[in-house]
């Protein structure tokens, strides 16, 4: 079946710091997303990618859809205690299902 | 607009009995799933629905059944409950067409004993 292999696992970084998390699969994925979520609630969506080579912002976050359609990073810039969370990039197939990858833990020391 | 509500927010089971975890929406959104969350696994696809009457199987179904007779509700169902199905469970939801991001509700954990 279809598999997201996402890196790294968990991180631990100074308030400040750059942050750069990528999501990786065997199978081509015609959209590409991030989510972060919060202890206790569900995901909320950070970024949508649509085409491949795009590169998308929000605020301090970036991603970019793989080339191969096959991968795509997030980039969070100058992390604050807020970004503290689990994210996780998930790929869209035509016919609706979204798989998700196994997520990346952040932790933001102030 | 409420978005999407589960409901129950915590539930414990024992071992074989039944119950509905239930999902609505009130977006006139045409897709929903149902994904469980267990530590280290991230979110894995249950079923999912493209559109009421429609319903497919996602990545782990065995032990489940769901159906879709309207387009706001996607009850799923746990006919024999097993230690195994102990876990966070989410509905989500998007329209067919535009943005292709799911909406989640805020979750249902379950316990099973």
């Known amino acids: 079946g279809q598999q997201l292999n996402q890196s790294p696992q968990s991180m631990f970084i100074q308030e400040g710091e750059d942050v750069s998390m990528n999501c990786t699969s065997s199978?081509?994925?015609?959209?590409w997303l991030w989510y972060k979520q919060d202890p206790g609630e569900g995901p909320v969506l950070l970024i949508a990618?649509?085409?491949?080579?795009e590169l998308t912002s929000n605020g301090r976050l970036t991603a970019q859809f793989g080339i191969t359609r096959k991968d795509s990073f997030l980039n969070i810039s100058a992390s604050i205690p807020s970004d503290v969370g689990i994210y996780f990039c998930?790929?869209?197939?035509?016919?609706?299902?979204?798989?998700f990858g196994q997520g990346t833990t952040l932790q933001v020391k102030p | 607009n409420a978005g999407v509500t589960q409901t129950p927010k915590f539930q414990v089971l024992k071992t074989g009995q039944s119950m509905t975890l239930q999902c609505a929406q009130d977006?006139?959104?045409?897709?929903m799933s149902w994904y469980r969350q267990d530590p280290g696994m991230g979110l894995r696809l249950i079923h999912y629905?493209?559109?009421?009457?429609?319903?497919d199987q996602g990545e782990v179904p065995n032990g489940y059944n769901v159906s879709r007779s309207t387009t706001e509700d996607f009850p799923l169902r746990l006919l024999s409950a097993a230690p195994s199905q102990t876990s966070v469970y989410f509905c989500?939801?998007?329209?067919?067409?535009?943005?292709?991001?799911?909406?989640f509700g805020s979750g249902t954990r379950l316990t099973v004993v």
């Open positions: 977006m006139n959104h045409e897709y």
């Open positions: 998930a790929g869209s197939t035509p016919t609706g299902k979204l798989i």
């Open positions: 990618l649509y085409k491949a080579g």
């Open positions: 989500a939801s998007r329209p067919n067409q535009g943005a292709y991001g799911y909406t």
């Open positions: 629905s493209v559109g009421a009457g429609i319903t």
């Open positions: 199978s081509i994925f015609n959209t």
